[in-house]
């Protein structure tokens, strides 16, 4: 799962990098103490979310590049081209508002699971959709300005070449959602997770199609506790958008927020023209 990704400026952002660094660095040292490895790696994706890099990242294009998930196995990452722009105009902005969250600064050009492998690997459509044979991308996330344990939500616009395409990443969602309810396994970057239960919730009635899950993982360091991820992706004709949103804490904070569901559809569906319908998320 994610961590908190706070953006509150150049100063944090410079700040949060070299705390990450240490901290990879005393976790391959190995220190006298032990290393809380789940708090190392949400605070990995929080210096990579509060690096200054332009709010939404995007990526996109006819030709597709290659990067490498934490066991080495190639995974297609797009690169940029006109339907980039597109969707980068679509995707809510840096300063833009949902209630009380704003979309922040990013670095990555998508949320930071997409580079972590689920096994069983029909698993992988709950932890991130890069391998879904996207043409092009852009991404915000969004938190609530200095808050440092608040809800955290990556959004993720994908377009592919044909609403088939699209829909086909929706039934391999489904099956993940179903095959995978009694759990499974996420390499993460500097240790394995274990996802207790996915469970669907009540999806949102916009687009074509959406689905919406409550994925509950073991807290690395306390066995005991269990951490909260919730998952809704709807997709209008050829584009899915993806919301993941979760908090650096134990609390089941009971879904993506209705707020940024909403802000995000409408921006998307204004620019999208009449192709996209629906109705607020509730």
Not at 5 to 22: D, P, T, W, Y
Not at 128 to 140: D, I, K, M
Not at 226 to 234: A, I, K, Q, R
Not at 255 to 272: D, L, N
Request: proline share 5%; net charge negative.
């Amino acid at each position: 799962m994610r961590g908190a990704g706070k953006n509150n400026g150049v100063a944090r952002a410079a700040s949060v990098v070299m705390g990450a660094a240490l901290l990879f660095g005393s976790a391959a040292c190995g220190g006298s103490g032990g290393t809380d490895e789940n708090a190392t790696d949400k605070k990995a994706k929080a210096a990579a979310s509060a690096t200054p890099g332009g709010g939404a990242g995007a990526t996109g294009g006819a030709t597709a590049a290659t990067t490498s998930t934490p066991s080495g196995s190639p995974r297609p990452t797009a690169v940029s081209g006109p339907e980039t722009e597109r969707l980068k105009g679509l995707v809510l902005a840096l300063g833009e508002k949902a209630g009380p969250y704003e979309t922040g600064l990013a670095l990555l050009d998508e949320p930071f699971d997409e580079i972590y492998d689920a096994s069983p690997a029909v698993c992988q459509p709950l932890t991130g959709l890069g391998r879904a044979g996207h043409t092009a991308q852009a991404y915000a996330q969004l938190s609530v300005p200095d808050e440092v344990s608040g809800v955290d939500t990556d959004v993720l616009l994908r377009s592919y070449k044909d609403a088939g395409a699209a829909g086909s990443v929706m039934k391999s969602l489904a099956e993940a959602g179903k095959r995978c309810a009694a759990g499974y396994s996420e390499e993460r970057t500097l240790v394995d997770a274990k996802v207790l239960r996915v469970e669907p919730v009540p999806a949102p009635k916009l687009g074509d199609e959406a689905q919406a899950y409550r994925i509950v993982a073991q807290d690395v360091k306390d066995k005991g506790a269990s951490l909260y991820t919730y998952l809704t992706l709807v997709r209008s004709d050829a584009t899915t958008l993806s919301f993941r949103s979760d908090l650096l804490g134990v609390d089941d904070f009971g879904g993506v927020p209705g707020e940024i569901v909403t802000a995000q559809w409408e921006k998307f569906s204004r620019g999208a023209g009449a192709g996209s319908h629906g109705v607020a998320a509730p």
